[in-house]
């Protein structure tokens, strides 16, 4: 089962090819896409349809740079000489001698640095191609594994930020029933005094007709105030969370959804609020929900 992921990762190492030394160093950072910077050295160029190829196979989201760096060994160096060229440089060197006894005899290495005397062998390049592709493999392996271990740490960051946010559902849940029995008791307490000079006065409405009135009213304020619903849907989407970072992979879209699900339900709890309790609570559950957001943008 594939593990959630950091956007940001580093890795490098290095490998023996037919060319030489070359050594790869993969780094990244957050974006919303995958986006691509590959840094080749002019001798691999032509491998990078197939690096970039790799790399998009393996990779979901983040702005990754890979740098591919060849340092020549001594596989790199000439291996063998032109010997007609050769003997023509010979003979002009022997006759400028002649023409002029001050002039210098060039030194092996200066012959060597002229064109077309030393050739290199030319690495197979379908073989090339392997082997730096093999290295490249490997760095990934290894950028993937530092990814997922911080995005591992991520995960427990935000599993404990969805237990937060239960406990404060618990507590506005537990809480409910004690605040509504007290807005009800205001309520009906107000609406009574406001209606006993009603009472009083010539009025076609009976007293039960008034205290059946006044009951509605308290009812249907009691059914305006009730966050029941918002409270089951944020534990839906908690639990949702928790079993998208159980399930791994590239979900950090998908977590970035759920918050702001969980951000509407925070809305509507504080729009509702009619207790200082349902504020606070309202308080707590968007600053977590922010706090979760931003930890949400680091992952794949």
């Known amino acids: 089962m594939p ?14 090819t037919l060319a030489g030394t070359v050594t790869a160093e993969c780094r990244s950072v957050n974006s919303r896409f995958l986006d691509l ?3 080749l050295d002019d001798a691999l160029r032509f491998t990078e349809p197939a690096v970039r190829e790799r790399l998009q196979k393996r990779l ?13 060994d001594a596989s790199a160096l000439p291996a063998s000489v032109n010997e007609e060229a050769l003997r023509r440089v010979l003979a002009l060197q022997e006759t400028i001698l002649k023409l002029d006894p001050q002039a210098q005899e060039l030194s092996v290495a200066e012959i060597l640095e002229l064109p077309g005397i030393a050739a290199a062998e030319t690495p197979d390049r379908d ?24 995005g591992a740490a991520l995960a427990q960051v935000l599993s404990g930020y969805c237990d937060k946010m239960s406990a404060v559902v ?27 000079d009603a009472l009083k006065e010539k009025s076609t409405l009976t007293k039960e007709e008034v205290t059946d009135r006044i009951r509605q009213e308290v009812t249907m304020y009691a059914i305006k105030m009730d966050v029941d619903e918002e409270m089951n849907r944020l534990d839906t989407h908690l639990a949702e969370v928790k079993r998208l970072l159980a399930q791994g992979g590239a979900v950090g879209r998908k977590l970035d959804f759920m918050a702001q699900e969980m951000n509407r339900e925070a809305n509507t709890l504080g729009s509702k609020a009619a207790a200082i309790e349902m504020t606070q609570a309202s308080l707590a559950l968007k600053i977590t929900i922010d706090q979760m957001r931003e930890q949400i943008q680091n992952l794949e």
């Open 3 to 16: 593990s959630v992921a950091s956007m940001t990762g580093y890795a490098a190492l290095d490998g023996k």
């Open 170 to 196: 618990k507590d506005v849940r537990g809480a409910m029933p004690q605040i509504i029995s007290q807005l009800e008791g205001r309520l009906t307490e107000r609406l009574t005094d406001a209606l006993a």
């Open 37 to 39: 910077t590959l840094r």
């Open 127 to 150: 073989k090339l191609l392997q082997e730096v592709l093999a290295i490249v493999d490997r760095t990934l392996d290894e950028f993937i594994a530092a990814r997922e271990r911080e």
């Open 60 to 72: 979901t989201r983040g702005k990754v740079e890979l740098r591919l760096n060849l340092t020549a």
